[in-house]
């Protein structure tokens, strides 16, 4: 398996423009985690889905923020407009269940915002 | 208010020593995990304790579970270069789907 596979690696834009992070998960997983990481804030668990079913969004900085799971082999965050402040690094990660469940995570979206 | 406290946040040390790196909560958690992540990647689960007082030995990795599941260590022995990275600790606070991570403790081992 090619384990958690996220595009693009690297993504500048500048500000007021949108942006779309895409993530496939790994084969037969049921669960599906964005996470940001800054210098800051380190880690923060933005949402996650269940079976493709968003089950906890609070992690979501604002309205500007919006995650979808389409299917269970696909995942976008999409942030329209952005802001500089969300320059970070996103991460995807999947895993077969939820709770002490191994998770296996990708290798990242680091996004400028200029 | 950060729920797992992770020290020290930077640590450099010499190949062949020792060191401990600690996370700490006023939480109970159902597990803690232990991941390491190198620059341009993801983190890598390394270990899973959930019982209280657990020890668990990865090679020179030795990870131990507070008695009360509320804090973890993890100690290596004859630190290398290859060791070098951003150590996560991660609680599940609620036997449930979410983790929480510390801040990290950023190890450089120098030759």
């Known amino acids: 398996d090619a384990g958690v596979i996220q595009s693009p690696r690297h993504e500048v834009t500048e500000m007021g423009q949108e942006v779309t992070l895409r993530c496939k998960p790994i084969?037969?997983?049921?669960?599906l985690f964005w996470y940001r990481q800054t210098m800051m804030r380190g880690l923060e668990l933005l949402i996650y889905f269940n079976n493709n079913v968003p089950i906890d969004d609070s992690g979501m900085p604002e309205d500007r923020f919006s995650a979808k799971m389409p299917n269970a082999s696909f995942s976008t965050l999409k942030i329209q407009p952005s802001e500089p402040r969300d320059s970070a690094v996103y991460f995807c990660?999947?895993?077969?269940?939820?709770?002490?469940?191994?998770?296996?995570f990708g290798s990242g979206t680091q996004l400028s915002v200029l | 208010t950060q729920l797992l406290e992770q020290s020290p946040q930077f640590l450099s040390i010499q190949e062949g020593e020792n060191l401990t790196v600690y996370c700490n909560s006023s939480s109970v958690f159902s597990s803690l995990q232990w991941y390491r992540q190198e620059p341009g990647e993801g983190p890598v689960l390394l270990v899973t304790?959930?019982?209280?007082?657990e020890v668990k030995k990865l090679k020179r990795l030795t990870f131990q579970f507070g008695d009360a599941r509320k804090d973890s260590s993890l100690h290596i022995t004859a630190a290398q270069p290859g060791d070098t990275g951003l150590y996560l600790c991660a609680g599940d606070e609620t036997s449930g789907s979410r983790l929480t991570f510390g801040e990290g403790t950023q190890l450089t081992v120098n030759p």
């Open positions: 990660a999947s895993s077969l269940a939820g709770g002490e469940e191994k998770l296996f």
């Open positions: 084969s037969g997983h049921d669960y």
């Open positions: 304790v959930v019982t209280g007082g």
